[in-house]
């Protein structure tokens, strides 16, 4: 496919969720359409469940069908209004056999659905003193990675979790992707020790983007974020991030210095594959 452009304008929506679904929805609406009149983005990413409170107990409640339920067709419907590329964060989704999954979905601008990601590895950590947190008490993992193609640049779509595992981000740069966009929600155990240093050291690793977008914090939450939405570039570094709170991330990313990186630094070729492997393509 021919790259139609290499400036890419992306917004990142922190924010605030409360246990109103109904609320929670209007108000990504509305900030889809203030962070489209403000900044014209061509691809707004939104937080992991942004729809419901994060936590295990509440999953199945808030759960609903793909594409048929209330939030896919209102993020249907802002994405072909805007005419603009939605990565819709995540929402529990009510899957085949009563099975709960954590998904994101991505919209075109003709509203229609071009990616289902459901979460592949599940959240399920017991730090002494920190935090316990089990997904897999009520959801099931996915099993099919995803990506999408938007201006001829491919974009791999991994959830909160799926970012520490590196062989994932792996195969998505052997399927060509140049950007990974993870809806998470760190915390504020794991959040400040790992959060910058994972997306830098995936990006690092595999020479692309990669965009998070988390809730805002809410002290009085059960499950308190760390926010720090963040765009990492090919070089590993910083480019925008977010603070704690409600807040849009605006930047104009640029592809060519992928191309870039990749050719100064060219340990993808350099590899020693005759020794270990780490050329596996997925299916996608
Ligand atoms: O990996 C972590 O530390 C946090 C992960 C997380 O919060 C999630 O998967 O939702």
Redesign the pocket.
Known sequence: MSKASNIMRLALLQLKGSKDKTANVANALGQIEAAVKQHKPRLITLP?CFNCP?GTKYFREYSERIPDGYTSQQLSKAAADHQVYIVGGTIPELGENDAIYNTCTVWAPNGELIGKHR?MHL?D?DVKGGIR?K?SETLSAGNEFTTIDVDGHRIGIG???D??FEEMARLYRNAGCEMIIYP????MT??PL?WELLQRARANDNQLYVVTTSPARDSNAEYVAYGHSMIVDPWAKVLKSASEGEEIVVADVDFSLVEQVRQQIPVFNQRRVDLYSTKQVPKV
Do not use: L, M
């Open positions: 992991e994060y979460k959240f950590i947190f997904e959830i909160c979790y970012i520490r998470a929600a760190f915390n794991t959040g790992h």
